[in-house]
Nanobody, 119 residues
């Protein structure tokens, strides 16, 4: 079993910042790409940012220059620093990881953490 646990969500005013963390635990050999996705009320889940095991990031255009994704492979943890938050960033943010376990690679999701940006 592999579990992803997110933390760091909350309520913040426009222009504020939040930092999300997602720690993987369980039985696995290696975590490949990790990322963050979000889902707003009434919308489909969308990619926010991903980061390879080697540290190469990519971002959705809507968050470039505002969000920074990073990871600590020794801690099996991915982070996302979110600055200059806007009301349209309000969503449930989900952690995702591609995990190598035995002979297979599987995709795992966290339960999600709520981010609300409101005056």
């Amino acid at each position: 079993q592999v579990q992803l646990v997110e933390s760091g969500g909350g309520l913040v005013q426009p222009g504020g910042s939040l930092a999300l963390s997602c720690a993987a635990s369980g039985r696995f050999f290696v975590i490949n790409t990790m990322g963050w996705y979000r889902q707003s009320s009434g919308k489909q889940r969308e990619l926010v940012a991903t980061i390879s095991r080697g540290g190469s990031p990519n971002y959705a255009d809507s968050v470039k220059a505002r969000f920074t994704i990073s990871r600590d492979n020794a801690k099996n943890t991915v982070y996302m620093q979110m600055n200059s938050l806007k009301p349209e960033d309000t969503a449930v943010y989900y952690c995702n990881a591609d995990v190598q376990t035995g002979v297979a690679t599987g995709a795992y999701w966290g339960q999600g953490t709520q981010v609300t940006v409101s005056s």
